[in-house]
């Protein structure tokens, strides 16, 4: 029997957005149909260099170099396939699978994946209950999705399973809980402040049509529905070895370079984007890359891991005995 995936619902109802508030999963599908066609442009995603090297730093951070590249790898909620795609560029994976809760965002990673001329699969599935048989995969890889997930110690378990022996996971992009708490105060502190500077005489050009903003703050209010956790470091360690996981590791970073990314970001929603121009991002980024280097060189290795935005973590499936 075949299956057939559902539809993206990118123009949601009011009443399935009110129902959306009472139902995690259910929001998470409309949040992300709605943001499917603009997400890789919000969150400047791109197929190049510039995130070929990000994703695959990311990797080796809490996973090193060894066993590249993995035969065939899955990607759980993989949004638009930022991850996956730009690590299977990276020499990392050679095959891969796209899973997510929202239609909409498995096909754009599907066409992504088309664009870039790579072997790729998806299907429209719950990283609690994980469409593909015991022992399929070579690596299970996440960007920022352990948070969305209402059972996390449940889609840990299905990571393991899914997990050919010897095979392993990495999970990067998480909030940890002392990180959150300081980036959604200073995003919100600035969108205050951007929007109504902007109402002032002179500035008005800067302000983003009224309807864009009122939808980009509907949006953030679902936002804060379907995110569901942050982590501590050694919490999420210990869920990953309650699945059965051994070599678990977990690392932090980003502290000033979030300091600076998320107000960053949360002007750049605002304002219109061609107001910005090629020099406010070559501004952003390379403001962003020195403040990393300052996090990695400096600040790591003398400051609590807790404090840190970013949680990755990696783990092993047991080999069969």
Known sequence: MTTVDPQPRPNASAEEVRSAYADPKLANVLYHDWEAGTYDEKWSISYDERCID??????????????????????????????LLNLMQGGVIAKGSVTDLSPGMVQVALRNARQLGLDVDGRVADAETIPYADNTFDLVVGHAVLHHIPDVPAAMREVLRVLRPGGRFVFAGEPTRIGDRYARR???????????????????????????LDSSSRAAALEAVVDLHTFDPAE?????????????????????????????????AAVPRERLGLGWARFAYRSWQGLTWLDENLLRPVLPREIFYNVLVTGVKPAQQ
């Open 236 to 268: 999420l360690e210990r869920t990953a070895r309650a699945a059965g996981a051994v070599d678990v590791r977990a690392v932090t970073e980003e502290l000033a370079a979030a300091l600076f990314g998320w107000p960053v970001r949360t002007f750049e």
């Open 54 to 83: 990000y994703a695959v730093g990311r990797f080796r951070a809490v996973a090193g170099n060894s066993d590249w590249p993995y035969e065939h790898a899955l990607e759980l909620g993989s949004g638009t396939g930022f991850f």
């Open 186 to 212: 200073l995003g919100q502190l600035t969108w205050w402040l951007t929007t109504n500077v902007t109402r002032l005489p002179g500035l008005t050009g800067w302000r983003r049509p009224q309807a864009e």
